[in-house]
């Protein structure tokens, strides 16, 4: 018999109508750094991916967001799709809706992918431009940082604001980290749904006081799950291969966020328009 996990949300509702899905209590972005191999093949890489993720899903994960700005359309779609259908077989699992699905930047190709959300980063489409190519169905998310105003995000149905601690995934980010008082102070300065991104593991969100985090919808990450270090997250790395120890960091991830953020996915419908 498989043993049972505590989940990170189910979701409610799929993204359609004017409802729109945004994440659960805890989202994470792929690593970012899924490379085309010498012969011209991004398969390996996707495969890679593929199985980390569905590690990460067995341990509780519901929610995803699709980053590999170095893949080109076509192999960023599959392994889009690849993880839309892993997420829709937590249907299967007792939950009556499929997990959430983000893509980042990729505003072309999320509906094709299933996608929930578009995200989008720094050199993105303005959320404004963004919703008259993506429509009014899909939830759209936007990166914050400190010092921004409601002018830089307005309009976006959830924020990833960053970085509260030292990314584990990337050095020499030159942002001053705001720590979990910093995260929470900006959550509560808009109405905005904003989950804390950067640095952020299972013993982070342990040690946080109770209560402290009340402000934040939840949080974001890339290296606290799926490993750290120079050669942590690429598609042939030992470190997407450790699929035990994936699902074991996405469990306690997700016991550690059950501490501090309300379980359900949010459904927003024309709030932040």
Same mark, same amino acid.
Request: proline content about 5%; overall charge negative; charged content about 20%.
């Given at each position: ?56 899903? $067995? ?14 359309? *076509? ?5 889009? #799709?690849? =993880?839309?259908?892993? #997420? ?31 995200? =989008? ?16 169905? =899909? ?20 924020? #990833?604001?960053?970085?509260? %601690? ?14 979990? $008082? ?15 991104? *950067? ?47 994936? $699902? ?12 501090? %953020? ?6 927003? *419908?024309?709030?932040?328009?």
């Amino acid at each position: 018999m498989t043993e049972a996990h505590p989940v990170a949300g189910e979701p409610q509702g799929a993204a359609t109508g004017d409802a729109r899905r945004v994440p659960p209590c805890l989202v994470v972005l792929s690593p970012g750094t899924l490379q085309r191999a010498r012969g011209g093949s991004s398969e390996a890489a996707i495969a890679a991916l593929e199985r980390a993720a569905a590690a990460a899903i $067995s341990g509780g994960v519901r929610a995803l967001i699709v980053r590999e700005p170095s893949l080109e359309d *076509g192999a960023f779609l599959e392994l889009a #799709l690849r =993880l839309r259908a892993r #997420l829709d077989d937590v249907r299967g699992e007792g939950l009556s809706e499929r997990g959430w699905l983000g893509v980042h930047d990729r505003l072309h190709l999320a509906g094709t992918a299933g996608a929930d959300a578009v995200h =989008l980063g720094g050199t993105s489409l303005a959320v404004g431009p963004a919703r008259s190519v993506v429509g009014s169905s =899909l939830a759209i998310g936007a990166s914050s940082h400190l010092g921004d105003t409601g002018d830089t995000f307005a309009g976006a149905d959830y924020l #990833l604001h960053a970085p509260v %601690f030292e990314p584990t995934s990337k050095s020499g980010h030159g942002r001053v980290t705001l720590g979990w $008082s910093g995260a929470a102070d900006f959550a509560a300065s808009t109405d905005v749904p904003v989950l804390a991104l *950067g640095g952020v593991t299972a013993e982070h969100l342990t040690e946080a006081e109770p209560g402290s985090l009340a402000a934040l919808h939840g949080v974001a990450l890339i290296g606290g799950l799926w490993g750290t270090g120079p050669e942590s997250i690429d598609g042939t790395s030992r470190s997407l291969a450790d699929l035990g120890g994936i $699902s074991r960091r996405a469990t306690d991830l997700v016991a550690a966020c059950a501490r501090h %953020f309300s379980v359900p996915v949010a459904e927003v *419908g024309e709030a932040h328009d």
